[in-house]
């Protein structure tokens, strides 16, 4: 497999062959590894993270329930920001721009929207469990998420929302991965534990990129380009042709994601040379060795507070 189907547009889109149309299809069904388009054609709702799906039902559970927590446990897991913004991406409420931030797609949304989505999250994820999907991947979204709003404040940028979006959608395409061919995905994780990077062993593997993946699945459920761009380049490959203000959101995600990697939360899959990387994006970006280091305490203390929140049982709530 090459990578001649994956272009990177000048305006910052992901381009693909107009034969390669991704019709929105939902059943899920054996393909094979190799098949990059069956995975995405075939890619439905992913489910929640297990600690996501046990607060919720806590939550709902109770008369009179909070919706502010509802929301505030959505806009922490990739799964349920993902079905709600493509939700609110939907032809179903005909806007004219697309929706780059969860908190702007949930305003749009709804509540009765949002507790749907919910109660049918909870409902797939009794039904179906998580397979193999390793619950490690949920939490490296949200440190993510987390690293890169705090980056995005600390250079006094207005796109933080987005650049959190962004973080929480970054590593979709693993999800989408072993939700489809978990066995096959589960051999790439093996891969990197004897020195392969993630992207070197998918490489070997597959033939494509979980950022690939990734960004034709956002594709798909209408995400807004540049947000399929800064997923398909939050590895670095591509960003040196963007223009300025794009190169520099990818490199603000690159350096969120090496920040959660370098902190052990989550995923360990990528972080093979990841210190490397994370001192070269870091000085990129102006930020010092000592300022890498207060950052990563303020995002460690961010996200166990948000690990708190999505925990804690109901009852002491």
């Not at 149309?21 to 054609?41: E, F």
């Not at 001192?279 to 690990?307: C, M, P, Q, R, W």
């Amino acid at each position: 497999m090459n990578f001649a189907h994956r272009t990177i547009a000048p305006e910052g889109q992901v381009r693909t062959s107009k034969h390669d149309a991704l019709p929105c299809v939902s059943t899920k069904h054996t393909v094979s590894p190799s098949d990059w388009k069956g995975i995405v054609n075939s890619a439905g709702d992913i489910p929640p993270a297990r600690c996501t799906a046990e607060r919720l039902r806590g939550i709902l559970a109770q008369k009179g329930s909070s919706m502010r927590q509802v929301i505030e446990i959505c806009s922490c897991d990739p799964a349920l920001a993902a079905k709600i913004m493509k939700v609110a991406n939907s032809s179903l409420y005909g806007r004219q721009r697309q929706v780059g931030s969860i908190n702007q797609a949930m305003m749009i949304a709804g509540i009765p929207i949002i507790r749907g989505i919910c109660f049918r999250a909870c409902l797939t994820q009794t039904r179906d469990g998580w397979g193999d999907i390793p619950q490690g991947l949920y939490q490296h979204s949200l440190c993510t998420a987390l690293a890169c709003q705090l980056l995005a404040c600390k250079k006094g940028k207005s796109y933080s929302s987005e650049l959190y979006t962004a973080g929480l959608m970054h590593d979709l395409g693993k999800l989408v991965l072993w939700r489809q061919i978990p066995g096959d995905y589960g051999n790439i994780h093996k891969l990197t534990q004897s020195g392969l990077s993630n992207t070197e062993a998918e490489a070997e593997r597959l033939g494509y990129s979980h950022a690939l993946i990734g960004a034709l699945i956002g594709k798909k459920w209408s995400f807004p380009s540049e947000i399929c761009q800064l997923v398909i380049c939050h590895h670095g490959a591509g960003a040196s042709e963007l223009d300025a203000p794009l190169s520099e959101k990818i490199n603000l995600l690159r350096l969120g994601n090496l920040l959660a990697h370098s902190l052990g939360l989550g995923d360990s899959s990528d972080n093979s040379g990841a210190d490397t990387t994370l001192k070269h994006v870091a000085n990129t970006l102006n930020f010092s060795d000592h300022e890498i280091g207060l950052l990563k305490a303020e995002i460690l203390k961010l996200y166990t507070s948000k690990l708190h929140m999505l925990t804690i049982s109901h009852t002491g709530s």
